[in-house]
Nanobody
Framework: QVQLVESEGGLVQAGGSLRLSCTVSGRTFASSGIGWFRQAPGKERELVAVANGYYVDSVKGRFTISRDSSKNTVYLQMNSLKPEDTAVYYC?????????????????????WGQGTQVTVSS
């Protein structure tokens, strides 16, 4: 059984930092198949980063995704946080090694999801 368990998010002031982790069990996924999404109230779920080093433009230079295979854990280091980063953050995984940005951005391509963790950035 595949499980993705995210660490607790939190409340941080604008300009601050926060690190999320996602521990994966039950299967090994390619780096191109593990990503972080987020969903703000009233908005669609959107991709943030993929473990192969792909980032959406809104977080480039501020967020860093990394992977520790020995711990089956993927991290999302978030620096220079902005109020617009406030959202529920989800870790997600999909099978296969095929890759395209379009494929990565589509939530329905990911059958496995974590429970979500709230990140709130105050101004």
């Amino acid at each position: 059984q595949v499980q993705l368990v995210e660490s607790e998010g939190g409340l941080v002031q604008a300009g601050g930092s926060l690190r999320l982790s996602c521990t994966v069990s039950g299967r090994t996924f390619a780096s191109s198949g593990i990503g972080w999404f987020r969903q703000a109230p009233g908005k669609e779920r959107e991709l943030v980063a993929v473990a192969n080093g792909y980032y959406v433009d809104s977080v480039k230079g501020r967020f860093t995704i990394s992977r520790d295979s020995s711990k089956n854990t993927v991290y999302l280091q978030m620096n220079s946080l902005k109020p617009e980063d406030t959202a529920v953050y989800y870790c997600a995984a999909r099978d296969g090694r095929s890759w395209s940005a379009q494929m990565a951005r589509t939530p329905s391509n990911y059958p496995y999801w974590g429970q979500g963790t709230q990140v709130t950035v105050s101004s």
